[in-house]
């Protein structure tokens, strides 16, 4: 019904996209977890890689969820048990594209029938397409989400063989996060951590990264390294890489140490992605309020982690229960972020027992859980959970919940 209401709204002309900085690990992560169980059912394997190149891309979050999840579950709905379906996102750095590819080892697609297939309402008329019980609607919605991405949506496929089915959208478009892009462009295939760049972001130079001088310079001209300091960086240090960094722990990168670019044009001194030696930024940084991320998923805690730090918070991070009961005496965190799904003990249980400490007796828990079922928010507001959001979560919605409860936290 939602995707008959979407169709309508898109061929009528009001149909809106939101777009922003969208992780893309963290969409793939959580619509493969919502086909998971009918994947298990039918003994399908589900694989996938991302390009480690790939951070986030500019997009509405909700739509490109929805196109995913709309080519998984057909994927794993014309894939006969015991077969593969897989998930690929690789980007094109000269075209500044990214694709995002389902493909299967199902039943495949004639070629006669592949141009029908993304017009709403057609299903294939075949004994196989049949016996699966296509739809004949997602395809038709992930072509038109695409387009309003800017996008295209491309189909390979042998009957009896499986299908691939590639979304190509525009990686970055708006000027800050082509900025980014380029960064990144400047490394060849090396991995530059680069979240969207704030008005205040702090370029600085990794010694340990090198690109030649003739890169550098072939960007001198442009106005956007003018302003971030880069062209005095080309000219005096020619083999250091331009690196906005994130923080020292993302990645494996523990105790590498940046050097300020000081006193360059367009070089600010509050960066939230900048370990800075100055005691005033120190001092700021301190303020930012400490989250505790309790999530056994390490892409899950990288995405949210990266997110969570660009947007001013301060990260630690418990992959269970006992770690997170653990930590929250230690570090005594301003905020929780639980994920409910734990093996061990889960989230509801720890959040009792964190409950159980004077200290964080009034601390904010926003819960997070992949599976929404009738009576899990009364459960986990009975455990002491003061908020609780379904995944996939909008992390803009996840930034007001969090901003609502620790203002009511401070007011308390």
């Known amino acids: 019904i939602n995707d008959i209401l979407d169709m309508s ?16 690990a963290a969409i793939c992560r959580n619509s493969l977890s919502i086909i998971e169980e009918a994947a298990r059912s039918k003994t399908i394997e589900l694989v996938h890689h ?17 196109i995913l999840v709309n080519l998984l579950s057909n994927a794993v709905k014309f894939t006969p048990d015991g077969g593969t379906v897989g998930l690929e996102v690789t980007g094109d750095m000269q075209a500044e594209l990214i694709h995002f590819t389902v493909w299967d080892t199902g039943i495949g697609i004639a070629k006669e029938d592949m141009k029908r297939l993304f017009q709403p309402f057609v ?11 296509g739809t004949g609607l997602g395809l038709a919605l992930v072509d038109r989400l695409a387009q309003l991405h800017g996008g295209t949506v491309a189909l390979e496929s042998e009957v009896g063989k499986g299908s691939r089915f590639t979304v190509s959208i525009p990686w970055q478009e708006e000027e800050d996060d082509l900025m980014a892009l380029a960064l990144n462009l400047l490394g060849g295939d090396r991995k530059f951590d680069i979240p969207p760049v704030k008005d205040d972001a702090v370029a600085t130079v990794a010694p340990d990264e090198t690109v030649s001088g003739e890169t550098l310079d ?40 940046s050097e300020e670019l000081k006193g360059k044009p367009g070089a600010g001194s509050n960066g939230p992605h900048h370990q800075s030696a100055s005691a005033q930024e120190d001092s700021a940084k301190e303020k930012q309020p400490l989250v505790l991320l309790v999530e056994d998923n390490e892409i899950g805690v990288e995405a ?27 570090h005594e965190p301003d905020l929780i972020l639980m994920d409910v799904q734990m093996p061990d003990m889960d989230g509801l249980e720890a959040t009792s027992r964190i409950r159980t400490n004077p200290k964080h007796a009034q601390t904010p828990i926003i819960a997070l859980t992949a599976l929404a079922m009738p009576g899990d928010r009364e459960r986990c507001l009975h ?23 620790l203002a009511h936290h401070q007011v308390h």
């Open 304 to 330: 949210m982690r990266d997110y969570l730090t660009a947007n001013d918070y301060r990260v630690i991070v418990a992959q269970n229960g006992e770690e997170a009961i653990a930590m929250s005496i230690q």
């Open 123 to 133: 299903q294939l008329d075949s004994k196989l397409s049949r016996l699966y019980e």
């Open 218 to 257: 072939e960007w001198m001209e442009e106005e956007w390294l003018v302003s971030l300091g880069l062209d005095t960086l080309a000219a005096s240090e020619p083999r250091s890489a331009a690196h906005a960094i994130g923080n020292d722990h993302h990645n494996g990168q523990n105790g590498k140490h």
């Open 50 to 66: 991302i390009d480690e190149r790939i951070d986030t891309v500019n997009g509405d979050e909700r739509r490109l969820a929805q």
């Open 9 to 24: 709204k898109i061929e009528a002309g009001m149909f809106e996209i939101d777009k922003g900085p969208v992780s893309v």
């Open 383 to 405: 455990a002491g959970v003061n908020e609780y959001l379904s995944k996939p979560v909008s992390m803009k919605h996840l930034l007001q919940v969090m901003a609502i409860q």
